[in-house]
């Protein structure tokens, strides 16, 4: 287990230093090529390890908690050098007061901490899949899509080499985050993801990019210090900063609940919940690769993470309440904001947003229902999320804009990534696919409280408006005669290609996923609810039936893919009958004065109700109420 430990870990922060100094391209992709090959062989490798926990022996009488240290504080002292060079005293002042605070604690508070520095359980395993698999998968999709963008924006001299050195590390810290035990090693790791997302957003260097990039760089530095003072407070109460000792503690034996707030509230920052949605939002302007590898498969899982970690010590607690009530607003209230969006990132941002807070809800809720759903909707959301992001920055760059009206008919054009993109939508919200099997979980588990079931039932409605209404475009417009394939890099196939089927895998086998990775101790103080029989998933309230559904869906498909081949190739198009004043242009007839106007056909925003400047304003002062209630419940 040290060897695969230390590869997870290490190797993505060598490969880093090795990209930087790379000027060859080809070179610089058999790095990448070679690290995240080897990344998920280790994890999968990983997987019949777990559970494990160890400390490495000293180093020159240093141990792991000693060995951060210097980096962590030349770490905090980087990111408050981007904010004396941006001028951004919203980045100055708390990551100023974060270094005086880690100063203070590991100067004059702490001793020599008597805790294994990593640990592994399934929750753990769950993650060191997502980030070394699909977080590869998406550094090898970017191989083709950065030498477009990069031709695109007629850069004199390449940022690739920052580009895919950052990347790398990411992956790094993302790893180490999650198999670290030390508090002050995972605070190390969670300010690496800071600045990483930093860079990343800013990647351009337009002026857009910069002002984005700070705009996420504060808000997560506000979630870096709420840790630190978390951090802080818990050894003064417990003595100890070893994350399975803090969660062995019982709430009777001095654990302190503001602390798990302030926890909470950093992991809600990472994860982007309101009222600090904005710099997910901002970091759209980013490549594509990076909002894929930010908001499926890294950044914003440490929130969920990190509050699933915590569950256990909350359990029944006025604070679990309140988190649940919040993660149910938060995916009302994202869902809302979806519906008003055409540009077609944006959607997936809210979207994103929206399926995080309900899996903080699911947390807050803290049965074995919710923390099933909760991780199930984790796993599925990374892969299915991963999948979207690429396919709409492929499309991107074949037709010039990111506008869900603008893929109106998108078949015709690039008939396989439409198709892959469709499937993805149909993922999201169709059985037998794994979200919806872990939004039925979670349903299950809201029923019982009206403040949590309401905002679910009517956020679940409004986001199979926003999916259908994506699906519907994709695959409108008429066509007659044979599809022509659309041509594509073999690396942006085979990541899309191996995307798509794991998530469809995954779902297949979701029965067995959950007998492998929940019966088996995810979380030692949970029982799983769920009975495995004959590919069902059932309990006391009903049975999803995975293997059945997973074969008509499988018929259907085929069915539908057939048809639409059938048909296309004896059809003809027939343009939409103007009341006779069509010209001899499709599409075109004779308006006012005599003018030529375009016949144009578009989907309903409805921005007036559901656009961010209508809702933002009221969603994060209600977002700001709710967490003063979490935080200052604790007081």
Known sequence: MHPLTFILI???FVAAACCFWTVSERLRSYIVLTTGGTLMASALLLTFRA????????????????????????LTALILYYGFRR??????????????????????MIEAPSV???????????MVLIISIVGSLICFQAFAYMKIHETHRHLPESRQPRFFGVMMFFLGAMNGLVLS????????????????????????????????????????????????????????????????????TSPGAGLSFLAMALLCLAAFVKSAQFPMQSWLTGAMVAPTPVSALLHSSTMVKVGVYLALRLAPVMHGSFLSHCIAIYGAFSFLAGAGLAVGQSNGK??????????????????????????????????????????????????????????IEDMRGLYAKMPLTALIAVMGVVMMIMPPFGLLLGKWMAMEAASANIFVIFPTAVGSALTAMYWARW???????????????????????????????????????????????????????????????????????????????????????????????????????V??????????????????MNRRVQAQAGNYYLSNLFGERTLTVWINLAAGVLLILIVGGTL
Not at 392 to 402: C, P
Not at 575 to 592: A, D, H, K, N
Request: charged fraction near 10%.
């Open 181 to 248: 035990n030390d508090m002050s090693v995972i605070h190390f790791f969670f300010e690496a993801t800071t600045l990483c997302s930093f860079l990343l957003i800013g990647h351009d260097g337009d002026e857009t990019a910069v002002r984005n990039s700070v705009r996420a760089l504060w808000m997560n530095s506000l979630g870096g210090l709420a840790f630190t003072v978390a951090m802080m407070i818990i050894y003064r109460n417990l003595g100890t900063i070893g994350l399975q000792q803090i969660l062995r």
């Open 87 to 108: 001028r951004s005293f919203a980045v100055i002042v708390p990551t100023a007061v974060q270094i005086v605070l880690m100063l203070w604690f590991e100067g004059f």
């Open 10 to 12: 290490l190797l993505p």
């Open 116 to 126: 294994q520095a990593f640990y592994c359980d399934n929750l753990s395993l769950i």
């Open 471 to 573: 699906a519907g475009t994709l695959m409108s417009d008429p066509f007659a005669g044979k599809f022509k394939p659309e041509s594509q890099p073999p690396m942006t196939w085979g990541v899309l290609v191996s995307l798509c089927a794991g998530a469809g895998l995954l779902s297949v086998l979701s029965p067995w996923v959950y007998a492998k990775l929940f019966t088996t101790s995810m979380i030692l103080h949970y029982t799983p609810p769920y009975v495995l029989h004959d590919g069902m998933l059932e309990n006391a309230w009903g049975v999803f039936a995975v293997l059945p559904l997973c074969a008509v869906a499988v018929l259907g498909f085929l069915q539908s893919i057939g048809a639409v081949l059938w048909a296309a190739t004896g059809a003809r198009v």
């Open 575 to 592: 343009t939409p009958y103007l009341s006779g004043i069509q010209t001899e242009e499709p599409r075109v007839f004779t308006g006012p």
């Open 346 to 403: 944006k959607v997936l941002a809210y979207s994103t947003i929206s399926n995080l807070g309900l899996i903080f809800a699911c947390i807050g809720i803290d049965t074995p229902e919710s923390i099933t759903a909760a991780v199930l909707l984790l796993l599925f959301h990374a892969v299915v999320k991963a999948l979207l992001f690429l396919c709409v920055g492929t499309i991107e760059q074949h037709i010039d804009s990111r506008d």
């Open 51 to 74: 559970p494990f926990a160890f400390s490495p022996e000293p180093v020159w009488g240093l141990d792991v908690h000693d060995a951060v240290k210097i980096p962590d504080f030349l």
